[in-house]
Structure formats: C-alpha cells, structure tokens
C-alpha cells in the first residue's frame, strides 16, 4: 500500500511538471484519474461522477464553453441570460499585472485571473500589501493552463487576463473575519439536484452538501470536510438561484453554478464544468460518486 502511494506521488509530481504533456487526452486522463483517485478510469461505461466527468472533457465540446469559464467575458455572457444585475461590478481587466494602476482602484477590491481556479486575492489597501509579491504571484498563476495539466479543454482558449472587481463583504464571523459563502448548485441535465456551501474559505475551509428541497446530505469531500460544529444558514434567496442556475444550465449535461448573497441580493459567482477537474477531491463515503453519477445522463446513454 505504502509502496503504490509513493508511486502515485511519484507521478503525481512528474504530471504537474510537464513529463506527460504528450499523452493524448484519453490516456492522459487515465494516469490523472489513478493518481488523485487511486481508481482505473472506465471511459466506456462511466458510472461515478468523477468518471463521467473526464467523459464529457472528452466528448463534450461546445466552443461557447470556453466563453463560459472565462471570468470576464462570462459577465456578459451570464448578464444576456439572467440579467445585469446579478454581475458583481469589474473595474478593470489587464492583460498583465504590471499595467495595473493600483492608486486607481478603491481601497477594497478583489483580484483573479480569468483563465484559472481558485486564484483569487482580497485586497484591503488600509491593511497595506507588497505589490510586488502580488505581481510575482499573478505573473506565475498566468503560466498555468488546465486545459493542459487537467485537460479541462474549455480554459485551452480562454486568455490569462488580471481581473479585478468590487469586494462583496459578508457578515463578521466569531473569528473576525467576514466570510462571503459561496453557494455552488450542481446542475445535471439543466437540473439543481444538490448544492455546496463554502465558508471559512481564507481560514480553515469547510463545505456542506445539500439537497433541492434544503435537506444536509450526508457526504462531503475529502480534501473539504464538514465542520458539524458550526450551524450554516441556506441564502434566503435559495429558490431563486435555483432558477438563476437552471437557467444557465439549460442544454449542458453538468455544470456547476456558483452564486453570492450579500445584503439580500443575489450576485453570479462563476460557472465550472469539473468541480475540482473532476478527480481531485474525492467524495466520502465514496458511494455518493455513484449516486451523483447517476444524476448525469450522458449524450450515449438512454434517457
């Protein structure tokens, strides 16, 4: 067991640095889904949500996908469909950090690429922050490329551009910390059956499942336990993001939703394909990649 461990970490590392970049995507997916799943990867009778996921990476390639996760262009996109105002404001979009006017921008603000995930920085200029590392950090962040390292193929197209747009401040938590939860509806066929909520998320991030009707579902990830210590809320506008993400969903056999609620209003967040590029973060208990999996009907498979 010890000895097939290090050997997936063995591998693990040498995909992160480019050793298998050749692969073709179907085996390339295999070695990816083994390292982070420890699982043979069955493309041709998917069963898991993991599975069916590296799936549609293969077979699912609509080019307005790439418009979609692009967290630019996306505004426009999402605001042709539900309306602009669930758009959280943009104050600029760079296409390197260093032309960033930072005296320009207000004194709280959020920065994120728009070709990546999870490269997100709150910027509070009363707390001061050294500009150059911020550089350093974006400047690096450009260089990655899921469509690549995950073949998550709709970012191959999307631009590495800087961001930034007005900071949502939620309400103070017992730590001191204002945490804005992010509400993530999981929609199968155009269809909410489940949603994530994230919080804690610059402390100690937690998530917790639920179901259409509210009701927690009793699995969570691996690498984003639950934390059964703290009570969380459901937004008060739940129904409505409900509809807001069937309505981006609609004709898209998964996509991920995600959506804020700051002082009784509803804003888009983003829209992901492979949450976690489909394999990183396993579910517990495992048997819910099945149920979750089942909830997806692929183009081949009967309705």
């Known amino acids: 067991m010890q000895q097939m461990k290090r050997l997936r970490s063995f591998v693990k590392y040498a995909m992160k640095k480019g050793f298998f970049n050749c692969l073709g995507d179907e085996p390339y997916l295999k070695l990816f889904y083994w390292i982070y799943m420890g699982k043979r990867l069955n493309l041709k009778n998917p069963k898991r949500f993991t599975e069916k ?14 418009t979609m996760v692009d967290k630019y262009a996306a505004k426009e996109y999402v605001a042709g469909i539900i309306g602009q105002e669930y758009i959280i404001p943009t104050y600029g979009v760079w296409d ?12 709280q603000f959020v920065l994120k690429t728009t070709h990546d995930s999870g490269t997100v920085r709150i910027i509070d200029k009363s707390k001061g922050f050294d500009k150059e590392a911020l550089i350093d950090y974006f400047e690096g962040r450009q260089k990655r490329n899921l469509g690549i390292i995950a073949r998550e193929w709709p970012y191959k197209q999307v631009k590495p551009r ?16 204002h945490d804005v939860r992010d509400y993530k509806f999981f929609c199968f066929n155009g269809i909410v059956k489940c949603m994530k909520v994230d919080y804690n998320r610059f402390t100690c991030h937690h998530t917790n499942y639920y179901g259409r009707n509210k009701e927690r579902l009793p699995f969570c990830e691996r690498r984003l336990p639950s934390d ?7 937004p008060v506008h739940f129904d409505e993001m409900v509809s807001l993400a069937e309505m981006l969903a609609k004709d898209i056999p998964f996509l991920r939703a995600d959506f804020y609620e700051v002082n009784d209003k509803v804003y888009f967040g983003e829209l992901t394909f492979f949450p976690a590029s489909g394999a990183s973060s396993p579910f517990e208990p495992d048997e819910w990649d099945y ?12 309705q």
């Open 96 to 107: 390197s950090p260093r032309d960033i006017d930072f005296d320009a921008l207000p004194d």
């Open 291 to 302: 149920t979750l999996g089942s909830w997806i009907k692929l183009p081949n498979e009967e």
């Open 162 to 177: 800087i961001i930034a747009e007005q900071y949502l401040e939620g309400p103070e938590t017992a730590s001191g910390e």
């Open 228 to 234: 059964d210590s703290q009570t969380i809320e459901l």
């Open 53 to 66: 996921l590296q799936w549609l990476k293969i077979h699912d390639r609509k080019p307005y996908y790439s």
